[in-house]
């Protein structure tokens, strides 16, 4: 049996998935090992051709750990995965030392790590904690979207949006990199926070969400098109 913890139909998100975790000290000799590791929860979720892209992203998550917070740290390894797409993350113990994307030579052997999660995964970012600090990346599966919407533009800009608005707390925002929380927690943010700009400028939300809502309609009762058109 393939090392770690495979747990089936979790659900995360509203969206049924998958999660494979991993807890361990991080020591450079442990980073070949956990390459190997993980090659087996990726091939028994159907998704073998994302073995490279995350392998690349894990051994440089791991190895920031052990550069920048120190060999032998308790760090935990989680993979989660749905139709959409896979989602790793690191946790480590240390809330103070903030990954961040750096400028650095091409021939440099150090400081590079984030800049290559950046290129292979499609989105990544850090969420802290009172106990420490969770650095995350996701790659797209190249399978079926949740709900079938698999290239829907405005699904896509949608969950974009989302992302970018998951929120760290207000008094380290300006040292942190962007976090991520549930889609549906940031939505329901940014909704409140739409409410709150109506009001300042003393606007009928009413009036605009009645606008949006008839604009949903209207959208949704077009024709699907297909691959074909």
């Not at 008094?171 to 942190?176: D, E, G, I, T, V």
């Not at 604009?215 to 058109?229: E, I, N, V």
Request: proline content about 6%; glycine content about 8%.
């Amino acid at each position: 049996m393939a090392e770690g913890l495979i747990h089936m139909n979790v659900c995360q998100y509203g969206v049924p998935s998958k999660e494979w975790e991993l807890p361990f000290l991080a020591v450079p000799e442990r980073v070949a090992r956990l390459r190997r590791t993980i090659c087996a929860p990726l091939k028994l979720w159907g998704v073998p051709d994302l073995v490279e892209a995350v392998q690349l992203c894990v051994t440089e998550l791991v190895t920031n750990v052990i550069t920048h917070v120190g060999a032998g740290t308790p760090t935990w390894v989680t993979m989660t995965a749905n139709e959409a797409c896979l989602r790793i993350e690191v946790s480590d113990t240390d809330a103070e030392a903030m990954p961040s994307l750096a400028c650095t030579a091409s021939t440099q052997e150090t400081g590079r790590g984030l800049g290559i999660v950046a290129i292979v995964a499609d989105r990544w970012g850090v969420i802290p904690h009172e106990h420490g600090k969770v650095v995350w990346c996701e790659l797209g599966t190249g399978l079926r979207r949740p709900g079938g919407q698999a290239n829907d533009p405005q699904i896509v800009y949608t969950e974009a949006l989302l992302t970018l608005y998951g929120r760290i707390p207000e008094a380290r925002r300006a040292n942190w990199a962007l976090g991520c929380v549930a889609p549906d927690e940031a939505a329901t943010e940014l909704i409140a926070d739409l409410l709150h700009w109506f009001h300042a400028y003393n606007m009928d939300a009413d009036i605009a969400f009645g606008r949006a809502q008839s604009l949903f309609k209207a959208r949704m009762a077009q024709p699907a098109q297909t691959s074909g058109d």
